[in-house]
């Protein structure tokens, strides 16, 4: 019988100046880096022909429709090109500070920052992925974007991160984040 060892995290975790940080590494599909890359390849295809078209003078197709199937399709090819970054080198990156709780996701160290106001994050606790079919962010999280296995109320709302870790991973992170302040739980 094969022994198995322990999975390792994939989060560090520091604690330095500007709070407890904890570092989360998007989570790595085959599928997407196999799938996407290529897809690209059509796409570039697509973009490259239909500027052609535009920009030669006996074009006689509908103009508008082009513009617009143009604008449209590079709005989905700019998604898939950070769709793939983020798989490569994507990662969630949570600072605990005094007065703030800060979610941050980025790509090549760029990206942008939501803070929560500490006293009004409430409940942080692990709780099981949701989909919701008619939820835009929930389709989001089939590539890794959107949601993830942590959670917190923030007023009216829930607030989840932790997308590219399991739920044992989870229970660390959350008990290390508690163990430097203690979340409101009604």
């Keep these: 019988m094969a022994r198995v060892p ?46 052609t078209a535009l920009l030669s003078s006996d074009s006689e197709a509908p103009t508008l429709f082009m513009v617009t199937w143009l604008i449209a399709w590079t709005f989905g090819g700019g998604f898939a090109i950070y769709i793939v970054l983020w798989s490569i080198c994507g990662r969630e990156v949570v600072i605990l500070r005094a007065d703030s709780l800060a979610i941050r996701k980025e790509v090549f160290g760029v990206g942008r ?53 399991e739920e044992g991973e989870a229970h660390d992170i959350v008990e290390q984040l508690s163990s430097r302040h203690r979340f409101a739980d009604p």
Excluded: C, M
Aim: zero cysteines.
């Design 113 to 165: 920052s939501h803070e929560y106001e500490i006293g009004s994050v409430r409940r942080l606790r692990v709780a099981a992925a949701t989909y919701n079919p008619f939820d835009f962010k929930s389709g989001l999280q089939f590539w890794g974007l959107g949601g993830g296995v942590i959670a917190f109320d923030y007023g009216a709302g829930t607030v989840r991160f932790g997308s590219g870790i």
């Design 6 to 51: 322990p999975i390792r995290s994939r989060a560090t975790v520091t604690d330095g100046t500007d709070g407890l940080k904890v570092s989360i590494p998007s989570r790595k599909n085959f599928w997407t880096l196999a799938f996407l890359p290529l897809w690209l390849v059509g796409w570039a295809f697509g973009e490259v022909s239909v500027i």
